[in-house]
């Protein structure tokens, strides 16, 4: 493997400097289902790592940011699911042989009861000394994970290592749930504004505890607020209630030298120049279905801004290895003059054909070197 050092000055050429810098820096997310299909597929051994495998630059690495820190307590378990309840207060369904849970129900109920949501204290040792069981880290699965200060102790000499908070939108939606957060901002925005802003802090605390605890190279904040066709809401109203949490966040963490990644599915283009302003560095995962595509967005936006991601899914899942090749060749041209690491336009889920991905990792690792080639 690459020295961390190697990995961590690629990144930083690259996504902060927007520099051009050994090659493009990749990393990726992936869902449960593709990993045994990977691992299958190529006859690993069930414990390999495949950031490792493919000596990838950075790793996401999250505490338990629940605001209750007891997460996903059982309410009722079959061999085909599980129902729990989060530290968010709402309650899923996760079908085992579903990619995703099912939110069934939310512990808010109206605006009004907003005053009432407690949060635990964002630094009690729990979130990052005990082992791991939250809606963020579990993602498309459920269970038991290694403590967050055992997976930075195993991976910090191996990656560029990034944390990750929610911004309060992120945060909302899974303690109000999607409808009614939404008619909570038409109709009571002020409610809204005042939760956002304890939201926000709550979520500052996280990120100041992993920043002594392990001062990671950058921060990924998961704030998704559009879909395919736009915004789930106006830009209006995300400048009012949203724009002042994210830019707090973003001044607090480059206070503390961190690189600014967010995380933002759909298509956010009506916002895009507002997160600039509030100090995004980064912008991921740029899906191709929303229109998002990062050779376009770099003309416009690239000496403000860099690039993570835009590799379209579909292709992966469904395309042919032609298709899928030249899709990066044509995504990879964001990176000329450095601002971009490619990956898949959200993550890699279970329909990607494994061999398909590692051609493209290894496609990406040879045209990606500078000066590129395309």
Not at 76 to 100: D, H, I, N, W
Request: glycine share 8%; aromatic share 14%; with cysteine.
């Amino acid at each position: 493997m690459e020295k961390v050092e190697q990995k961590t000055k690629r990144v930083l050429t690259a996504l902060k400097e927007r520099k051009e810098p050994d090659r493009v820096p990749l990393t990726d997310f992936y869902w449960g289902g593709f990993l045994v299909n990977w691992l299958k597929a190529l006859n690993l051994p069930p414990d390999t790592d495949i950031y490792e495998y493919y000596d990838l630059d950075i790793k996401v690495i999250s505490p338990n940011m629940d605001p209750k820190v007891e997460s996903c307590i059982i309410l009722e378990q079959t061999p085909e699911y599980v129902v729990f309840r989060s530290g968010f207060g709402c309650t899923l369904k996760k079908v085992f042989a579903s990619p995703m849970p099912m939110f069934l129900d939310f512990s808010v109920k109206s605006a009004e009861e907003f005053k009432h949501f407690s949060f635990d204290d964002p630094k009690d040792e729990r979130r990052y000394f005990e082992k791991r069981c939250d809606i963020i880290n579990c993602g498309d699965g459920f269970g038991v994970l290694e403590s967050y200060a055992e997976a930075v102790e195993k991976n910090k000499e191996k990656f560029c290592l990034f944390g990750s908070i929610c911004e309060p939108y992120e945060t909302m939606w899974r303690i109000r749930g999607s409808e009614g957060l939404l008619m909570d901002l038409a109709l009571y925005p002020d409610k809204v504004k005042d939760f956002a802003l304890r939201c926000t802090e709550f979520m500052l605390g996280i990120a100041e505890r992993q920043i002594e605890l392990t001062h990671p190279v950058g921060m990924v904040v998961w704030g998704d607020v559009a879909y395919d066709k736009g915004m789930f809401f106006s830009p209006k109203l995300w400048r009012e209630i949203f724009f002042p949490c994210v830019k707090a966040i973003c001044d607090f963490l480059h206070e503390k030298g961190l690189l600014v990644l967010y995380h933002g599915c759909g298509r956010s283009l009506e916002i895009f120049p507002d997160l600039i302003e509030a100090g995004i560095d980064v912008y991921n995962p740029l899906e191709a279905k929303a229109g998002m595509d990062p050779v376009e967005l770099k003309k416009q936006y690239g000496q403000k801004i860099s690039f993570w991601g835009g590799i379209d899914t579909r292709l992966l899942g469904y395309g042919s290895w032609e298709e899928i090749e030249k899709e990066v060749l044509y995504k990879l041209q964001t990176g000329i003059g450095g601002g971009y690491m490619p990956s898949s336009d959200h993550s890699v889920a279970s329909n990607v054909n494994p061999l398909y991905y590692d051609r493209m990792i290894k496609l990406l690792k040879e045209k990606g070197r500078y000066p590129l080639q395309l």
